[in-house]
């Protein structure tokens, strides 16, 4: 018999998901509006310390969004951190705009501030304009070093769209991410911290933000008896069927969370000692959801390297994945301006995705740590 499927991440309902999805089927609010897309906005504004979001199909739409709201048009330049998910850059080329990637810093593996500053000038330099926005990202869970980045934005009077589709539920000097930017986007896609299948959101403390995204997202409507257009719209609003997910999952957000830190916690004893393996960092202040566990691995000390230990975890039937491959490296993207200091592309040559499904054992996890540290021979 083949062995269970081992995934990275999948859902992990919590048991109310489908009270409030019968909800919505027994009052028939089968709809990309009702009560629960309203009370799951209202819940997660509580739950960030924030005052204004809108429910949206998906992270990327959230992100597409923001970049019409901060003025980004043909023509324009926009900063985004390479080491990312190709949702983070893709909205850029809805836009007809131009993305500049920013390699990462070590200490958090995020869009590295200096660096971000020196693109600002260097930008402004040799286009005669500043770039309309940046793009910052907190990958696996983890925070940027966001206060900088953003006072950084500030000062250069630059529109700061804030990445947190990985990082939902962590916090930055007990802030929580999503909270820092002009705009936050928030993905609830199938195997982030907590799911409405296919899902996001967009946060600001500006309420003007969430109620554009709302009128843009429901196809630019304006308030008259038939349909009046000013505005190119989208159609990109949640249901509240999937909002009923949400708002059940976000009542045991907090336990997933501990259990990802766990999980986090098993691995790296298991790996204590072990020459060449190191982890993603946690910078000084803030705490990841430890959405995904990445390890590292030094090909020269470790005594193994990351396609290895991929491909026998596969014999397994264990899943695992390289980071996330740098938007500079990526064919589609071959073109872009870039500010790389080689440390994204270094992670990725060496980094892999371990599993961190909050439904495995401790022994699971021991288990697949063993399997890993087997082959290390140490
Ligand atoms: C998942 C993800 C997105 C996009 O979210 P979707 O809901 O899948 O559209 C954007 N950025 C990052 C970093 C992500 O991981």
Avoid at 147 to 158: F, Q, T
Avoid at 261 to 280: D, H, K, L, N, P
Wanted: one cysteine or more; proline letters at 4%.
């Amino acid at each position: 018999m083949e062995r269970k499927k081992i995934w990275l991440a999948s859902p992990h309902m919590g048991g109310d998901e489908q009270k409030f999805v019968k909800e919505a089927f027994d009052t028939n609010w089968v709809a990309p509006l009702g009560p629960n897309v309203d009370a799951f906005e209202k819940e997660m504004c509580d739950f960030l310390g924030i005052n204004s979001a809108a429910a949206l199909s998906s992270g990327t739409a959230a992100i597409h969004l923001a970049l019409i709201m901060a003025g980004v048009e043909y023509g324009d330049e926009v900063i985004c951190q390479s080491f990312t998910f190709s949702g983070s850059a893709n909205p850029i080329a809805y836009q007809h705009a131009s993305p500049v990637f920013v390699d990462s810093e070590s200490d958090s593996w995020n869009m590295d501030p200096d660096l971000l500053e020196h693109a600002i000038i260097d930008r402004h330099k040799k286009t005669g304009r500043k770039p309309k926005a940046v793009i910052a990202v907190h990958l696996y869970g983890q925070s940027a070093d966001i206060e900088k980045i953003a006072g950084i934005c500030r000062e250069h009077e630059i529109f700061l769209i804030e990445d947190a589709a990985e990082s939902l539920g962590a916090t930055y000097n007990g802030r929580k991410l999503g909270t820092f930017g002009d705009i936050g986007i928030l993905s609830f896609n199938g195997n982030k911290i907590m799911t409405t299948s296919g899902g996001g959101m967009l946060v600001s403390s500006s309420e003007q933000y969430a109620a554009t995204a709302r009128f843009l997202s429901t196809q630019a409507r304006e308030d008259a008896p038939h349909y009046e257009h000013k505005h190119i719209g989208y159609n990109y609003r949640m249901s509240n069927v999937l909002a009923g997910i949400g708002r059940g999952q976000l009542k045991v957000l907090e336990d997933r969370i501990k259990r990802k830190r766990e999980i986090f916690e098993i691995y790296t004893s298991a790996f204590f000692g072990v020459e060449g393996v190191s982890f993603q960092p946690e910078l000084s202040g803030s705490c990841g959801n430890r959405w995904l566990t990445a390890i590292v691995f030094d090909p020269e000390r470790s005594g193994t390297d990351r396609e290895k230990v991929r491909n026998e975890l596969l014999k397994y039937n264990i899943e695992s994945r390289p980071l996330w491959k740098p938007m500079h490296l990526q064919p589609v993207f071959k073109d872009s301006v870039r500010y790389d200091e080689n440390i994204s592309e270094k992670l990725f040559r060496n980094g892999l995705c371990l599993p961190s499904d909050t439904k495995l054992t401790d022994g699971e996890v021991m288990e697949i740590a063993d399997i890993i540290k087997g082959m290390t021979g140490q």
